[in-house]
């Protein structure tokens, strides 16, 4: 008979035999002796069952072709528990909607809109009206004996200007209207930052939750190896060295709980401030973010990348702006034209209304200033040169990042193959060490030394995870895009 394997859901255990252990995540194997009871590998949300007969290496190749490809998925759908939990995507929406940063950047994004309106004004006249009414006294009579008698004057005036030629007026629009742009690319460049930001909390709140879960199991290893030990000193089969071994590795194991525990909390502290709210729900792990990490990525398109990463935008739409100003000291030296056009009424008491009205046309022309239209053109054009330089350089460095993200995650992804190989050894030399320990073959501290690798081990592996997703953050960010792929260029 051959050996067969089977998928179906429960916690993380192995079974052999009789021995039966009931973990959760991280794994813990325990082998017993070589018969032909069932072997069952559970991880998270899977298992693999096999029952071998005659052929217990095949049950043996089988379980191992799949453990690697479950360990990653088993300890991470661990974290999510029945109840409804939080999603990438929820939390990114949750933060743009309610961090003040989004809300700031477009505030920005609207004042700089409205300076774009105050450059236009010149088009439009300035209209402008005015009224007046006088009381007052005078002596005089047709007697020439002193009297009082009072007299009214109501006068009303209505002007309107309008600007006709005013050449430094529209580089100074081109100017507003550029620097307009550059606001609302930095708006949604600060959409696309924050979003980045709460994945990377979200990952590292995911994290550090695994972290303190695989020194929970690392304590309850320790209380169980030093049950082991007191139980086998009570029988007198080892000395009390065991058992003193067995208590420092137990407050060990606690310590490294405790600063565990504390920052998982402080990473949901600061997940929450990026939200806004108290994040009291448990975390859904991104799998389909992380499955995009651990897959292969295409060749780099620098110019979609260019076109796509809206600081870069906002770079070019500046430089635009300064070269605008840049020629707006020169041509003051053309004058300036307007047309304004005024009516007044007026009417005194005892006399008929008086109605009059004018138009005037005027020319103002700086002959010289002082040499400061020639200074201003220089400061400026130095602005534009030096902005323009940057940009340069940014552009140059994208090319640089991107290829930089890449090899960053190819590594990761090498690091997190390397990390699941090292949990599964780390996991039966626990095991073995442990089973050599109660048959006498080995000592108290090499027990230690073995739950101590495999902690170490789990840790490096959830390590390895999250670096993993931050580099395909990384390389994400690097070529414009918005981390949970619904990204749209408006």
């Known amino acids: 008979m051959r050996g067969k394997a089977s998928l179906s859901s429960g916690a993380l255990c192995l079974d052999s035999g009789s021995t039966t252990r009931r973990r959760g995540t991280p794994i813990l194997v325990r082998r017993g002796r070589a018969d ?8 998270g949300g899977f298992s693999i069952h096999a029952n071998p007969s005659t052929d217990r290496g095949l049950a043996v190749a089988a379980l191992r072709q799949s453990f690697v490809a479950l360990a990653l998925a088993a300890s991470l759908i661990s974290i999510a528990g029945p109840s409804a939990a939080l999603t990438l ?15 700031a950047a477009e505030r920005r994004a609207d004042a700089a809109g409205a300076r774009v309106a105050k450059a236009r004004s010149f088009f439009f006249p300035d209209l402008n009206a005015a009224a007046d009414w006088t009381r007052r006294e005078f002596e005089g009579g047709a007697d020439g004996a002193a009297s009082r008698s009072a007299r009214e004057t109501r006068e009303g005036r209505l002007s309107a200007t309008q ?20 606001a609302r690319f930095d708006a949604l460049d600060a959409r696309r930052r924050l979003a980045y930001e709460t994945a990377e909390a979200y990952l590292a709140t995911l994290n550090a939750e695994r972290v303190a879960r695989a020194a929970g199991e690392r304590r309850e290893l320790a209380n169980e190896s030093l049950a082991d030990a007191r139980a086998r000193f009570e029988a007198q089969l080892v000395g009390s060295n065991d058992v003193t071994r067995g208590e420092l590795e137990v407050a060990t194991a606690e310590r490294e709980l405790i600063r565990a525990e504390g920052e998982a909390r402080t990473t949901r502290l600061h997940l929450g401030y990026l939200l806004d709210t108290t994040i009291a729900d448990s975390l859904e792990v991104p799998l389909s973010l992380l499955a995009a990490a651990s897959g292969t990525t295409e060749a780099t398109d620098l110019t979609r990348a260019t076109q796509s990463r809206y600081d870069l935008a906002a770079e070019q739409a500046r430089v ?14 053309l004058p300036d034209l307007g047309v304004t056009g005024s009516a007044i009424t ?34 400026r054009d130095a602005l534009a040169d030096a902005a323009e330089l940057e940009l340069r350089a940014s552009n140059r460095a994208l090319a640089v990042d991107a290829e930089a993200a890449q090899v960053q995650l190819e590594s990761e992804q090498a690091s997190l193959a390397r990390a699941a190989v090292a949990v599964t050894a780390a996991r039966r030399n626990a095991t073995e060490t442990s089973e050599l320990y109660r048959e006498g073959l080995a000592r108290a501290l090499e027990v230690v030394d073995a739950n101590v690798r495999l902690f170490e081990a789990e840790v490096d592996r959830v390590t390895a995870q999250l670096a993993l997703a931050l580099a395909y953050l990384s390389y994400r960010a690097t070529l414009g895009l918005d981390p949970i792929m619904t990204e749209e260029r408006p």
């Open 320 to 333: 635009d702006a300064l070269r605008a100003s840049a020629h707006e000291p020169l041509l003051r030296y």
């Open 36 to 43: 032909s009871s069932p072997l069952r590998v559970r991880a």
């Open 346 to 379: 007026t009417k005194e008491s005892d006399t008929p209304r008086e109605e009059e009205w004018s138009v005037e046309v005027g020319a103002q022309w700086s002959l010289f200033d002082g040499g400061e239209r020639h200074a201003d053109r220089a400061e």
């Open 89 to 103: 995507e929820e939390a990114i929406a949750r933060a743009l909607e309610r961090n003040e940063q989004v809300g």
């Open 163 to 182: 600007t006709l030629f005013e050449a430094q007026a529209w580089p100074l629009l081109t100017a507003a209207r550029r620097n307009r742009d550059a």
